[in-house]
């Protein structure tokens, strides 16, 4: 008989498993009996029935005994985790990939006692599921998920729950029926003897982690490993990726030319339709195609204005961990949090020149008046006396016709003094150039090519880093157009094409403020008679 522990009701009961199958049958099938008119012979009979089915479908498991919600991709992720002996899991923060690994999988393995090794294999005494974390303290807050569904579940802790005399602790769940769960940590002991079925190892290479890349790899390989093979236990490798080197990489690389069934692949990232605003839970197949299921009303995973919301206020952690990009830090030119540090609350942006400054402009020009399009933005600054950039003013319109437009902008180079203008040409038009020069005015005409991006983003990268910009922030109206620069500017990161090709492109929806800001460094530091192409300095000269 199970012990099941002191004042702790069920959360699940046998009346609430043959309700919720009842239920599911209730969809197809009329007139079925309530739980209260079935016999305790048949209540017995329907039990054992759910229980057998249960030990034969991981979702009728998940649906009906843990009641768990199913969702499309856990039976394709389950059907990947029979198939290949090492799986690794890449997924959107809220799909549930830790849950699924470290939670579901080793109650059902316990609860199934699914036997990957082969008949001629003497058994192992113990069918084992360990799960492995990062440190001790994971560790056990993992375990603790497992403990409480079996506890708390009046089918699960009398099948296989707690017994006398068997070690149920913070560490390992031994159960009745000689399975049993324990945890490991990367920062303790996993050497040892071990009768594994399954190990699923999670996010060894989280913000929290304190472990290496090259550590992670070394110890899955000459300690973990070897604790699978004997058994050949299955094991489920659960992360975020950070470059294309780490763990989770290797495996990725592994997969794509596996024919004996070692390693399988799976990632699954969120898209947003901005149009539709609808929210797509995609998966990437092993030829590099794209599977899309809408998500939006249907199963209601993610609300559309909180994830847009959250990409909104940082780009590149949305990218990383809801689209399952590799953005290292080394891609990032602007980090937010140095943009953060580098506003300035006594500076204010100005209306007009101040007459010992020296002003000179970058400008990006949108020729369209939709709601939602680029605006025309030209941004002004100056260099102060410590030689630190200062934007000074941000004039930026999408609603005035091309004409109106361009009187909007010789309205504010008057103001300012009629500084040099340096304008993308490709936007702008060499056409509207001539015609605004040909009243007095000072716009400079400047291609940015791929090549000429990559050379001013990581000039301006340069300053950025070593905090050598002082970006307004006193009032409100200051703030606003600051973050909205900010905003940008951290959404911009550099990627390589398939041919190989480096290129920086901007993640937010606009990157007009981006672009006008970086020609206006550009423009500032030639009139300083300061290099800007970064192939004209050393190494030592582009530290930061």
Known sequence: MARIPPNKAFSITYEDIINSYLTKLSKTQKDLPSYEDLSEKERVQLIAYITKKSKEDLGFFMEHIIQANVYWFHSLIFKLHIKYKNLCIVASRGLGKTYFATHILPIYHSFSKTKFYPDKLKPPKWHESMIIAYNEDMGKKFLSAPRDSIEENELLINLIGSGLNIDWNKFQLQMQNKSAIV????????????????????????DKSELSPKAVKRDLNNIVKPITRRFRARTVLVGTRFSEDDIYGDWEEK????????????????????????????????????????????????????????????????????????????????????????????????????????????????NSIAKDADETVLALGYLDEDKNIVPTKFWADNTLTAPQRIEGLKKEMIKFGRPTVLAEKNSMGQTNIDFINHDNFHLIPFNTSRLSKIDITEFAEKFVKKKQIRLPYKTAEDREITLKLIH????????????????????????DYYIAFILMIKQLLDRAHIPTRVSSFTREDLKY
């Open 255 to 366: 997969a794509k030319y596996d024919k004996k069934g070692l390693y399988g692949f799976i990632k699954l990232f969120v898209e947003l339709d901005k149009e539709k605003q609808q929210v797509y839970i995609c998966v990437e197949k092993p030829d590099g195609k794209i599977d899309k299921h809408l998500d939006t009303g249907i199963t209601d995973i993610y609300d559309f204005d909180e994830l847009e919301e959250a990409e909104s206020d940082d780009p590149i952690s949305f990218a990383r961990e809801y689209g399952c990009e590799i953005v290292s830090d080394k891609q990032v030119p602007f980090p937010k949090n140095i943009l953060m540090e580098c506003r300035d609350y006594d500076l204010s942006y100005e209306i007009q020149k101040e007459k010992h400054r020296h002003y000179v402009g970058g400008l990006d020009s949108s």
């Open 183 to 206: 945890t490991k940590s990367f920062s303790g002991a996993i050497r040892g003897f071990h009768e594994a079925g399954v190990v699923a190892i999670d996010d060894l290479l989280s």
């Open 488 to 511: 940008q500017l951290s959404g911009v990161r550099e990627k390589i094409t398939r041919t190989g090709l480096k290129s920086y492109n901007g993640t937010t929806k606009h990157d």
